[in-house]
């Protein structure tokens, strides 16, 4: 690749019309909220900005986040933006294979140096020198790394490469370590999720391809525009939970009537996410749509908190696993009984001594 | 050393006592009524225990809520109720907090028990000693303090100085999540979510601060009648009207 081409020149190559990709820049401008006075300024950006390639490596994982991903319902997005000009490698979904793909990942490095963003799906094993992730013969950690090394910003895809997910549940015998503790020198846009939303995907890499930044991000590192809310703040059965309407148990009069699934353990009121906006499968539905609770699948160490029916975090230091609720209340127990106890020692005591003092 | 002033009336003998005030839980010498509580530790008590009281109960029902209300959704708010007062009375409860830190620096130095844990002190661990043996049916004859004894203070300074604060601060970040992101809530107390690893943590550790609390009033109230039965100061009154007498003239 001699010449760095503009997003709009492959565009153009790749049989896209002027007339497709003014539509393509008016549909972004409003998937990210902005104005209409904004389009011009995207349609500038992408006929002179050089494109930025996104290479995509895949860790430890289940590749759940592809499989949401390749379902985006805005596939303008998704085909233009990434399967046509930007995704230059994901082993999962490219063509080549073998050496000839990672021949392409050293391409892109040496051309597109300090200049393409590096998503990853799933994390990297650091047990046994990180022997439970081999890539193209080497440990994912390595490849991770080289990667990370000239890349412009870092996308963490999935509960995986945010947070470590399933194969970081305790007692994480492969050491599976989210992304921002291996790579700590480059900006790391945290997308959680097991999986992602796919349009939250695609809306996160659009934003940072036109605008040539990484999205205002949250304290965890989240992009605000996705992350900023509760499932609960959003969520349809919000008026039943003020009312105090609930689904006592799967199956009653309750959940038949779609009300708040709080007491059937929904982690809405705990879960950061855009399910009770964007939802799932060209806006479908969404679990609690479904009738089942929010599982907090964004939430970090989603897989250690407990039952997924719970919304207190297990407690295992008293040997049963239980939670605070019930550990408090054992102890008002155990303390009242003492008291009663001692206020019958203190009486008799009393008595003993009486006229004394 | 300080000299003990009375408010007018309250004092049962006029004598200006000298006392060993400037050492924390020291035991009494010879007199029979001190000021020890001034009316904004008093007024800020009872407040405080009230909403307690009503942060518990509500915030138990938040946690745990009560059987599904008949009727259409929009006829019903109890949730929103509920939690309406439990908000209400956490800021009463936050804001009395700051107003008794307050009273703490300007107040008579009672006041500033609550927020002290004298740790290198050896003397007042030796105090707390005594005062859990007197507890254990050990010792025969209990001393006599102006202010907290030492097991009390102990007790008071972990679960209500330190409780307070800590349900505060967890009460606000929890709060924030839903004032939304850039709330003044958020923007002050929202690094706690990170720091406990998740909001459902934060949620965790609220229940059990509010246990924590919980057990403190239940040991609390059973402390506060049995001494005032058997210890040799007045206790309960005290903390209504402000005065502490004691039972007899004994020295130690």
């Known amino acids: 690749m001699a010449t760095l081409e503009t997003f709009y020149e492959v565009m153009r190559r790749q049989g896209i019309t002027r007339r497709s990709f003014l539509k393509y820049c008016s549909l972004t401008a409003a998937a990210l909220g902005l104005g209409p006075e904004f389009v011009p300024t995207i349609v500038q950006a992408m006929e002179t900005k050089p494109r930025t390639p996104v290479l995509w490596l895949h860790g430890l994982e289940c590749t759940c986040c592809s499989e949401s991903f390749i379902r985006s319902a805005h596939p303008l997005v998704k085909d233009v933006v990434l399967s046509m000009i930007s995704l230059d490698y994901d082993d999962t979904l490219m063509a080549s294979a073998g050496h000839q793909a990672e021949a392409i990942l050293d391409e892109v490095i040496r051309d597109y140096k300090g200049n393409y963003i590096l998503a990853v799906e799933g994390n990297p094993p650091l047990n046994e020198d990180g022997m439970f992730c081999i890539i193209g013969g080497k440990p994912f950690v390595d490849q991770l790394r080289k990667v990370a090394k000239d890349a412009k910003a870092i996308i963490s895809w999935g509960s995986c490469a945010s947070y470590g997910c399933v194969q970081a549940a305790r007692p994480n015998p492969t050491r599976a370590t989210p992304v921002h503790e291996v790579i700590t020198d480059k900006p790391i846009i945290k997308v959680p999720g097991c999986p992602p939303i796919a349009e939250v995907m695609t809306g996160v890499i659009t934003y940072m391809l036109t605008f040539d930044r990484i999205p205002e991000l949250d304290r965890q590192g989240r992009p605000k525009m996705f992350y900023s809310q509760r499932i609960h703040d959003k969520c349809y059965r919000r008026p039943h939970f003020d009312a105090g309407q609930f689904v006592e148990s799967f199956d009653d009069e309750g959940a038949r009537r779609g009300y708040c699934l709080y007491k059937v353990g929904c982690k809405g009121p705990t879960t950061y996410n855009a399910c009770s906006t964007i939802r799932w499968n060209e806006g479908t539905s969404f679990p609690i749509q479904a009738g089942h609770g929010c599982i907090g699948c964004s939430e970090d160490g989603f897989w250690d908190k407990g039952s997924w029916y719970a919304r207190l975090t297990d407690i295992h230091q008293f040997g049963v696993e239980a939670n605070a609720d019930r550990v408090g209340a054992t102890a008002a127990a155990g303390v009242g009984g003492a008291i009663a106890l001692h206020a019958a020692v203190s009486a008799l005591k009393r008595a003993q001594h009486k006229g004394e003092v | ?252």
Request: aromatic share 18%.
């Open chain 2, 1 to 252: 050393m300080t000299t003990v002033s009375n408010p007018p009336g309250a004092a049962t003998r006029a004598t200006p006592t000298l006392v060993l005030e400037d050492v924390p839980a020291a035991p009494v010498r010879s007199y029979k009524a001190v000021y020890v509580y001034e009316v904004p530790v008093r007024l800020w008590h009872w407040i405080n225990a009230l909403c307690i009281t009503v942060l518990a109960v509500t915030g138990y029902f938040i946690g745990s809520p009560l059987p599904t209300q008949p009727g259409e959704a929009s006829a019903n708010f109890l949730m929103g109720y509920i939690r309406f007062f439990h908000f209400a009375a956490a800021y009463v409860f936050a804001i009395g907090f700051v107003g008794r830190i307050y009273w703490a620096f300007v107040g008579n130095h009672h006041a500033r028990q609550l927020f002290r844990f004298p740790f290198w002190n050896g003397h007042w661990w030796r105090e707390v000693w005594t005062e859990a043996r007197w507890y254990l049916f050990l010792e025969a004859r209990p001393k006599k303090y102006v202010g907290h004894n030492p097991l009390a203070q102990l007790a008071m300074f972990w679960a209500i100085g330190v409780g307070s604060a800590f349900m505060i601060v967890t009460g606000f970040a929890l709060y924030g999540e839903g004032a939304q992101a850039g709330s003044w809530q958020d923007r002050l107390f929202g690094w706690v979510i990170p720091l406990f690893g998740q909001s459902q943590d934060v949620h965790t550790w609220h229940h059990l601060g509010m246990w924590v609390i919980i057990l403190f009033v239940i040991v609390h109230i059973y402390a506060a009648v049995r001494e005032d039965i058997m210890s040799r100061q007045s206790i309960i009154s005290t903390m209504v009207s402000g005065v502490r007498t004691f039972k007899d003239d004994a020295s130690e």
